[in-house]
């Protein structure tokens, strides 16, 4: 390498090293207000202490939160998985009219402003005369996350030779069968690693469950409220566990994905 | 392979249920909306253009439109400057470390939304991190108070929640590119600066685009940022349309805001696809 390029490298290091410590200062700062104490501002590096996360336990506004939170996103998960798969297969079947349309409509939420998905969505809801709840939420995280599961389950489909389930009909299975023993194995890491994106998105998910929330709050919309009018220490241990999760969950989402990209 | 006809239609109708009911039907539902009006707090079904012409006759609506026109464009200026060399960086590294690098510029996109802005807020007070390490370096005497609950506040928040959203899209761009290219373009006796000018920067395009309109759209309307770390002055499009549906309960205007943002944003993407679909050729 000449002079000129390994000073172009070094720089290109030095501005990545800076944008990541950019985009980990928020985590770090809350990871390390959980387990310190702050007087006047100060962080007090003698008083380590993990109290914040055992008062928690006892925090019922923040724990139910955290368990609508977890049924929404296992309800929108399974609905957007199966929604994705049933679109997959009408989408990549080329006899099918609509595809384009049907493939544009999914996409939509996905491109549009969230706030555009959302206040259509309240919109609708009110109508058609249904109430706010947590089934409004979960319909909104599932028009939300089905453009993703829809895109991954998709790029897998079209790498399966046709072939292979007309030979699967030739030799007697039925559909279901076919299903089962051909695309369904075929389709299983696409499906958990589209399953585990979705879920940490619908467990984040804050502008269009605003406008579909009443008052069963998912845990972003109840962080908010807090932060709103002030917050107590429980958050930032919270926070931290959900970092944590969330980093545990990308990290198996990406492994997945970079697994299938060495093969 | 022959498909009873009955099946079919059992399919079609599985696959278009949802995406009819609850993105076209709730969309057209909005767009009805924007000619409708209220009057003693009901809503009154319409046809009126009275929405859109609010927008035009109370100046604060255009003034605050290009105020997040502006905003959102220097987040995806931003978002591009500072996330190619990021995605260009971890292009060019082999092995082991594209994949950590990569993971680790990737994993901020999962990290909640609402606690990053809530730690944005704690950095960028007056007794916040940001200020420490001025104050620190030499580059301002005492804290100040110019980081927090202003513009300035909701561009930086917007920059760092934003940016991996760029880094991706790139990054997967410049993947595609083949080896073989570069080298040719090497063996045909280009410097470096003169392949990255003529081979990787046109090739790397359509994922620069992609993440720019990603990091612009998300910016353009985005309500809760502005409200965390804005305050009173940080003001924005998002943050009007919202309260329309909150406190203002005046759903058609807030709807007919929302038609407005939703036109330049198609506008936007489209121009995004002329400007990729021209670079290709």
Known sequence: MSRPERLTEWLLGGVTALVLFALYAPALVVALFSVFEVRQQKVDFSSFSLAWYGR?????????ALRNSLAVAAAAVALSLVLGLVIAFYANDPRNRGRRFLELLVYLPFLLPPIITGLSLVIFFREVGVDRSLVTVTIGHVAFLLALTYRLLMTRLRVLSPSMVEASYDLGANGWQTFRHVLFPHMRSALVAAGLLACTLSLDETLITFFL????????????????????????????????????????????????GGN | ?????????????????????????????????????????????????ANYLEFFRNDIYPRVFVGTLKLATQVMAIGLLLGFPVAYFIWRRRGRWRYALLLVSVVPLFMSYIIKLYAMRSILGLNGFLNKALVALGLLDAPSLAFLYNQRAVLITMAVVYLPFAILPVFLSLERIP???????????????QSFRHVVLP????????????????AMGDFVTPQMVGG??????????????????????????????LIVVLAVIGLAAAIGRRSRV
Do not use: C, K
């Open chain 2, 232 to 261: 009173t002055v940080g003001f924005t499009y998002g943050r009007v349309i919202q309260s329309q549906f909150g406190m203002g309960f005046n759903w058609p205007l807030g709807s007919a805001l929302a038609v407005i943002l």
């Open chain 1, 213 to 260: 929330f009443s008052n069963d709050m998912t845990l972003p919309i109840r962080l908010w409220a807090m932060m709103r009018v002030g917050f107590t220490p429980e958050i930032n241990a919270l926070v931290t566990l959900i970092l944590g999760v969330t980093f545990f969950l990308a990290l198996l989402v990406s492994r997945r994905i970079a697994l299938r």
């Open chain 2, 179 to 193: 080896l073989g290219l570069i080298q040719a373009s090497a063996d045909l006796g280009a410097r470096p600066g």
């Open chain 1, 56 to 64: 928690l336990i006892h925090n019922a506004d923040i724990l139910a």
């Open chain 2, 1 to 49: 392979m022959i498909r009873p006809r009955a099946h079919l239609l059992a399919h079609s109708a599985a696959a278009f249920a949802f995406p009819l009911l609850f993105v076209l039907a709730p969309l057209l539902a909005f767009l009805a909306y924007s000619f409708w009006r209220v009057e003693n707090n009901q809503l009154i079904p319409d046809f009126t253009l």
């Open chain 2, 203 to 218: 090739l790397s395009l359509p994922g620069t685009i992609v993440g720019g309109l990603f990091v612009f759209i998300l």
